[in-house]
């Protein structure tokens, strides 16, 4: 088993992309490989300006949370959404689309952010992916 951490996003929750782009660039900063699988809700995060549109998976009151915790975290100087992409994609981090997903919720590679993904699978693609992995991650 080599390295390398993957992550299957199976949530759209704008804190658990968060969470999936910073354990993905930790990974790499570390020297391991990393991969992230997006799929269902958190595949809508790879739409064209979709990244940071997600709700608040908890206290989202209307949308008030999310305001909040965005402005908490800008005082605490965290990067945004699109800049720990960013950085997971310099630090050589692969993302990859779930093509079932795109099949079910009618959406084509040309909705997407195709520059950002590495590759288009379906559950063969993230198994491979994880059974080469020593982490394996589901947020």
Not at 15 to 31: R, V
Not at 75 to 104: F, P
């Amino acid at each position: 088993m080599s390295e390398k951490m993957t992550i299957i996003v199976h949530s759209g929750d704008m804190d658990k992309i968060y969470s999936a782009l910073i354990l993905g660039n930790g990974a790499l900063a570390m020297g391991l490989d990393a991969s992230i699988y997006f799929t269902f809700w958190g595949l809508l995060r790879l739409k064209k300006n979709g990244l940071s549109k997600g709700p608040l998976s908890k206290m989202n009151l209307f949308g008030l949370g999310r305001l909040m915790i965005k402005n908490r975290m800008k005082k605490a100087n965290v990067a945004s959404l699109n800049r720990l992409l960013r950085d997971y994609k310099e630090l050589g981090g692969k993302i990859i689309a779930c093509e079932m997903t795109m099949e079910i919720m009618g959406l084509s590679r040309m909705d997407l952010m195709e520059e950002m993904i590495d590759d288009y699978g379906a559950v063969g693609t993230y198994i491979q992916e994880a059974k080469d992995s020593s982490i394996t991650l589901f947020i």
